[in-house]
């Protein structure tokens, strides 16, 4: 059984950033693909981001690509997501998630149900 720990949440205004961190209780931390997935109030949970086991390779949904940075650090059992240039629309509760099985292509990471293992999210509030 993997925990997950989300942190880093608050409230910030439009253009402003924020950083989040996941941290993992498995020691075989590093043989899970990771993912950042949100929920706005009404809305139902989304894609943010994913990272390969090694880190070598990740993926953002369009909406954060080019704002939104996921990296890894595998000696501290860490996922990081800083985001910059936070909109309202970013406004959600994000969800670290750890998957198990090794996919091929890191597209298939942008489904939620590839994940077995979720944290219990970290409040991000974007004012205008």
């Known amino acids: 059984q993997v925990q997950l720990v989300e942190s880093g949440g608050g409230l910030v205004q439009a253009g402003g950033s924020l950083r989040l961190s996941c941290a993992a209780s498995?020691?075989?931390?590093?043989?899970?693909?990771m993912g950042w997935f949100r929920q706005a109030p009404g809305k139902e949970r989304e894609f943010v981001s994913a990272?390969?086991?090694?880190?070598?390779?990740?993926l953002y949904a369009d909406s954060v690509n080019g704002r939104f940075t996921m990296s890894r650090d595998n000696a501290k059992n860490t996922v990081d997501l800083q985001m910059n240039i936070l909109q309202p629309e970013d406004t959600a509760v994000y969800y670290c998630?750890?998957?198990?099985?090794?996919?091929?292509?890191?597209?298939?990471?942008?489904?939620?149900?590839?994940?077995?293992?979720w944290g219990q999210g970290t409040q991000v509030t974007v004012s205008s």
């Open positions: 998630a750890a998957a198990r099985r090794i996919l091929t292509n890191i597209s298939f990471y942008s489904r939620a149900r590839e994940y077995d293992y």
């Open positions: 990272i390969s086991w090694s880190g070598s390779r990740t």
């Open positions: 498995e020691r075989t931390f590093s043989a899970y693909a």
